[in-house]
């Protein structure tokens, strides 16, 4: 039979098994259908962990959503509502924005969220500091011009009483006649997510990054086309621990805009996963936010596509104390529940470059796409070298810059790191329950941007400058006043408006299993992949546990993936993931290879 002709039918016999799997009627093992992989999007029963349920609070456009403040929520609400008329009148009111504490399924003893200015403006697009000091919003500067984002500080007016007062101007980064909305803050406070429809987007509205820089941002970086896609990625949210939440509709869902959540690993986000029938329908489902204070409370929105129905709030809680107990916060639970064997959680989708820096977008690839066996990349990136840094003495009259890399919930201690070329001893301090990682001494920003620029390359794309002086983080305006006068002068004269003091002690890591000798070339072989980027790093050295181990490096859609260890069973490889979880890579996994080729059957990872 011809060649073509059979290909025709396999394709039909295939397309046929894909309709009656889809209809129902066709019941195949879960991660394959006919012989073609695919990624289950509800894999494990969160009805088990968590309860989802109605919450009785109309959704008043422009909002979407709501959003945590405090010990409640801020939503948009008409004030008609609250005024006292007869029956004989009717108060046609305003809408604006109200704080009130939320019960289980209704809000309670609601009041004006600013009693000296109006806050109609979009709830779920607000974001808070973690002090709530500072926020940033959406508006339109006009009716005429698109969305902006604007920061308002809360401050004591010289009545005595505290409000909020807002910037005239918007973000310095907020140029042109593009829609820059839904900004979401880290706890931290050292970066912002945020949707813009930007030139350099992969479709409609995509999620960009921007860094803290003194007083200011950075400017705004594309998170990539393994994030964003051809459709519109909206409402994004950070967690306590960087975890991305967001909406969109380009990813192939449920039906609609769907809620997905990416990991997020101490150096960028791995790739999207379906929050699963618990969360996701046929119609759009918007606005996730969550209590980062507690972690155990959650809202979203469903916007229905047919009928005149209006929007319906939905809060999600876990549905007892023990599924509380074991899984902690409702991102853990998230996580937990979109794990699935083919398309693994730990799989890092790094932080787009810059713009300038990094080549065209290519085509998304598929999530269902199977995993294919990927041969090492057979040439190497040369990077670019950083000029020989010069010792700093840290004397009391003087601040130094380093690059802050990595954040991880472990300490790691005092190692090494090998950037453009040159090895840098590395740093640690301790700042709200996370260690930060950092490399470098410079006398100023600029000198010290090089070195960001690189890292950034090299697979860590959280790279940002930080200051020190005495071994003290310096922070607040003070230090962006005195940029100048260090460029002058070589040093500065400010004091540090706030400082976070190095941690004394390092907690001893537990050492893993002694890996065997390098095995046959054809004997399967099982690694630990601790990391990945979009640049090639090459073969290194990394110190896990008091031992070096050099690493192995294979390219996986469009991302070389760093490993680790040589092992000839993946529980003993499992030893090594431990520590290195422990060390600073939490999404560390195990994975099987032969030569140089990476083996995805299921069974090789059997006990």
């Known amino acids: 039979m011809d060649t073509g002709k059979i290909f025709f039918i396999n394709n039909m016999k295939r397309l046929l098994c894909i309709i ?157 006649k593009s829609v820059y909305s839904h900004p979401a803050l880290s706890a931290d406070g050292e970066k912002m997510v945020f949707t813009s429809d930007r ?27 393994l994030i964003n896609t051809r459709g519109n990625e909206l409402s994004p949210f950070l967690d306590q621990e960087n975890n991305l939440f967001f909406s969109s509709d380009g990813i192939g869902g449920l039906g609609g805009y769907d809620i997905y959540l990416c990991r997020y690993n101490g150096r960028g986000w791995d790739k999207p996963a379906n929050l699963t029938r618990l969360i996701n329908t046929p119609d759009d489902e918007l606005a996730f936010t969550l209590n980062r204070s507690d972690g155990k409370s959650a809202f979203y929105t469903t916007r229905f596509k047919n009928g005149n129905r209006p929007p319906q709030l939905f809060k999600v809680i876990f549905l007892d104390q023990p599924a509380a107990q074991k899984l902690s916060n409702l991102s853990n639970a998230f996580k937990y529940i979109t794990q699935t064997v083919l398309t693994p959680a730990e799989e890092i989708i790094p932080v787009a470059q810059k713009q300038a820096e990094a080549a065209p977008p290519a085509a998304r690839e598929a999530v269902s796409e199977p995993v294919k066996p990927q041969p090492v990349a057979e040439t190497r990136q040369e990077p670019a070298r950083i000029p020989e840094q010069k010792p700093l003495a840290e004397t009391s009259d003087e601040t130094i810059f380093r690059v ?58 959280d790279a940002f400058i930080v ?57 399967i072989v099982y690694r630990v992949q601790f990391s990945s980027s979009t640049k090639s790093r090459g073969s290194f050295e990394i110190t896990i546990g008091g031992k070096k181990y050099n690493t192995f490096e294979y390219m996986y859609n469009s991302a070389y993936r760093a490993c680790a260890g040589e092992f000839s069973t993946s529980a003993a490889a499992a030893s090594l993931q431990k520590q290195l979880k422990q060390e600073g890579y939490p999404d560390a996994f195990v994975i099987a290879t032969r030569g140089k080729e990476r083996l995805t059957d299921p069974s090789l990872f059997r006990k």
Not at 422 to 448: D, H, M, V
Not at 499 to 506: D, G, I, N
């Open 404 to 461: 802050q890399f990595l954040s991880t919930s472990k300490p790691r201690g005092s190692n090494s790191i090998k950037v453009g070329g040159q090895t840098y001893k590395t740093y640690e301090y301790l700042s709200n329950g996370t260690y930060r990682s950092y490399a470098g001494e410079f006398p100023s920003p600029a000198e010290a941007r090089n070195l960001q620029t690189i890292m950034r390359q090299q697979g860590y794309p």
């Open 199 to 225: 030139s350099e987007g992969a479709g409609g509205l995509d999620l960009f990054i921007t860094y803290k820089e003194g007083d200011d941002w950075s400017s705004p970086i594309n998170l990539g086309n």
């Open 20 to 176: 009656l799997f889809s209809a129902g009627a066709l019941q195949t093992p879960s991660g394959s259908v006919c012989g073609i992989s695919f990624q289950d999007p509800d894999p494990l029963n969160g009805n088990k962990l968590l309860k989802v349920a109605r919450f009785s609070l109309e959704i008043i456009p422009p909002s979407s959503g709501v959003q945590f403040y405090r010990d409640g929520i801020v939503f948009l609400y008409n004030t008609r509502n609250e005024a006292n008329m007869l029956e004989s009148h009717t108060s046609f009111g305003k809408t604006e924005a109200y704080y009130a504490v939320h019960r289980d399924s209704s809000v309670s003893n609601q009041e004006i969220f600013s009693q000296s200015s109006s806050w109609n403006v979009p709830a779920e697009a607000m974001t808070f500091s973690s002090d709530y000091s500072v926020m940033y919003y959406t508006k339109r500067p006009s009716n005429k011009e698109p969305e902006k984002i604007y920061k308002a500080k809360y401050q004591v007016l010289k009545n005595g009483k505290s409000e909020w007062v807002s910037e005239s101007k918007p973000l310095s980064f907020c140029t042109g």
């Open 467 to 523: 200051a020190f002086r005495n071994n003290e983080r310096v922070t607040g305006s003070d230090l962006t006043a005195s940029k100048s006068k260090e460029q002058a002068a070589g040093k500065t004269d400010v004091k540090p408006a706030q400082t976070q003091k190095l941690p004394e002690a390092r907690q001893e890591p537990v050492k893993p299993t002694i890996e065997k000798a390098a095995p046959a070339a054809d004997a």
